[in-house]
């Protein structure tokens, strides 16, 4: 199953589609961010490139799960999953680890380039310290976002407002201390913002977090619960 979610990524339908989706659009967003963010704060410049990488990694991830299952939904599959199996780990963990192996090379990819350009480790170790937690709690947060548009008119319509504001949201222009308090509250929703403000910055503490992913976690579970209910009755009807 592994095999058959990474080609149906186009990503990988031939060289030019993966250097374009996988190198050259995300290195252009971090840029132009970095070059934002150096307006505000020039010092931490480079823990700003890496905060980006970062969010742009978790970005791919959820653009990557989105489209593996909006693919299931053309073929029919997944409606045939939600009467058949609806709880099958092997569908879910085959789509999950996809999306995670092809965020974590993006990521690990343009890390590399940033230490080869940069000759800066200084943001190393916590970049590795932060780095598979959030993409634990992208995961989750793509999850909801997946399901939130399942059998909508536009299934990607979820993913693509997270998509729009996590940067934003995220505190990798300004730190989330630095934001008015009715935006800071929205940052505080995703669980993001308290690992980022610790790369950039060296304050405050990561756990947070990981409180916050647990929230969308039972969010997750709930939300899918109600979206199988809603699935069963149409066909109920039919």
């Known amino acids: 199953m592994l095999k058959i979610s990474f080609s149906t990524l186009s990503y990988f339908q031939n060289w030019r589609t993966f250097v374009v ?28 490139v890496v ?3 970062a969010i742009s990694g978790i970005q791919m ?3 990557s799960l989105s489209a593996l299952f909006v693919g299931d939904q053309m073929r029919g599959i997944a409606r045939e999953v939600a009467v058949v199996a ?19 090379g993006q990521t690990i990819v343009i890390l590399t380039l940033i230490i080869i ?23 989750i947060v793509s999850f909801v976002a997946v399901i939130a548009s399942w059998q909508k008119e536009d299934p990607y319509l979820v993913p ?3 998509n729009t504001v996590i940067v934003l949201l995220s505190g990798v222009i300004v730190p989330i201390s630095q934001y008015p308090n009715w935006l800071a509250f929205f940052a505080n929703i995703l669980p993001f913002s308290h690992s980022i403000e ?3 910055t060296g304050n405050g503490q990561i756990y947070p ?30």
């Open 21 to 48: 989706s996988f190198l050259l659009e995300p290195i252009f967003g971090i840029l132009m961010i970095t070059l934002l963010s150096a307006q505000f704060s020039s010092a931490n410049a480079i823990k700003s």
């Open 51 to 53: 905060a980006m990488t």
């Open 61 to 63: 991830l959820l653009n």
């Open 86 to 104: 609806p709880y099958s780990i092997r569908y879910w963990f085959s789509k999950i680890i996809v999306a995670i192996i092809v965020a974590l």
């Open 117 to 139: 350009l940069t000759h800066d480790i200084s943001w190393l170790t916590r970049a590795v310290i932060i780095l598979l937690p959030m993409m634990i709690s992208g995961t």
């Open 160 to 162: 693509n407002i997270i």
């Open 198 to 200: 610790w790369l950039t």
């Open 209 to 238: 977090d990981f409180i916050i992913a647990a929230v969308w976690l039972t969010g997750a579970i709930i939300l899918y619960l109600w979206k199988l209910n809603k699935i069963k009755q149409k066909l109920d009807v039919y």
